[in-house]
């Protein structure tokens, strides 16, 4: 089950990453950073994306404040399903909508 709740999450992030586009991408990147204490977490996020030759840095759309906790979910359960703690990555998405994953350790 783990497995396909991270694909989910991933997905949803990648269509957020998509919809801030405001116009035909070359490529996209959001970089997301997970930073957490004994009580509290934090979800920092910068998108960019390049159309025409141009690279473009823009707020990414998140009206309902959703991608903190989709980022801190899928940590959890990477965290749960791994051990692995990152404390940030990188989802990019080339033209033809194939989305790619860095996770930094």
């Avoid at 404040?65 to 990152?86: A, C, K, R, S, Y």
Wanted: proline share 3%.
């Amino acid at each position: 089950m783990s497995i396909e709740r991270q694909v989910a999450l991933l997905t949803e992030l990648a269509q957020i990453v998509h919809e801030s586009a405001e116009e035909p991408y070359s490529e996209a990147h959001c970089d997301f950073e997970y930073e957490c204490s004994e009580k509290d977490w934090a979800v920092g996020f910068s998108f960019s994306y390049t159309a025409q030759g141009v690279s473009k840095s823009k707020l990414l759309k998140n009206p309902q404040n959703q991608v903190p906790e989709l980022v801190h979910e899928l940590h959890e359960i990477m965290l749960h399903h791994t051990g692995g703690f990152w404390k940030q990555f990188v989802l990019s998405i080339d033209a033809d909508g194939k989305a790619y994953t860095n996770f930094i350790y």
